[in-house]
């Protein structure tokens, strides 16, 4: 009886400590989770042209939402409105639709596709590594690349301007100081992207530009 149990208890032991903690099992599901979504594609019905109509009321901020997924593009392809649509001042989209802004309306073509990120993706070659030779690999910017930039931007006479500054990507923008008694609104009156900080409507500030590459 007493081997018996002895033998019991060096089995308890011996599948505790087989047992996995709570971190390598996270580990695994995480594993066994991008393996199941890594060849993930829509279903055959993606790779279409879809129209939307999608219209400013009150010449007030919308978003129509549509997945536009990876690799597609947006085109205006008929102006409803008497006030002019402009991409990047009164219409423009992202990954999650089309926004419309001003009084814009339009019917706009979505050509939605799905574009592989696979090896390869990303900016191209260029200055240092990413080029051929020795130090071919993904390219990264110089030193002084991750640095905080103050930037004033002030749209003339209500009139859109585009302020330029390689913002890159990882970093993030942000108003340090208004000028003008126009607020200026993020999305509405002020934006940015990866040409630099764009204002309208007035909007005069002071921007900090966090620059980091991630």
């Not at 006030?83 to 419309?100: D, H, L, S």
């Not at 339009?106 to 200055?127: K, L, S, T």
């Amino acid at each position: 009886m007493i081997k018996l149990l002895g033998s019991m208890a060096a089995l308890v032991v011996c599948a505790a400590s087989a047992a996995p903690s709570s971190a390598q099992t996270a580990d695994v599901a995480r594993a066994l989770g991008a393996a199941q979504y890594a060849d993930w594609r829509p279903g055959p019905d993606w790779d279409r042209d879809i129209d939307v109509r999608c219209a400013s009321e009150d010449y007030h901020y919308n978003l129509c939402q549509v997945d536009t997924g990876r690799g597609s593009s947006v085109s205006l392809i008929r102006q409803i409105s008497d006030t002019r649509c402009i991409e990047g001042r009164t219409w423009g989209w992202n990954r999650g639709g089309i926004w419309v802004d001003g009084g814009c309306e339009a019917v706009f073509r979505v050509q939605r596709r799905w574009a592989d990120a696979g090896p390869g993706a990303g900016p191209g070659p260029g200055p240092g590594p990413g080029g051929p030779g020795p130090d071919a690999g993904p390219w990264r910017p110089g030193p002084d690349w991750n640095r905080t930039i103050v930037l004033r931007c002030a749209s003339e006479d209500y009139g859109y301007r585009l302020c330029q500054v390689d913002t890159g990507r990882g970093s993030a923008v942000r108003i340090s100081r208004q000028f003008s008694k126009t607020r200026c609104v993020e999305g509405r009156t002020w934006g940015w992207n990866r040409a630099g900080v764009w204002v309208d409507r007035g909007c005069d500030a002071e921007f900090r530009i966090d620059r980091r590459w991630r």
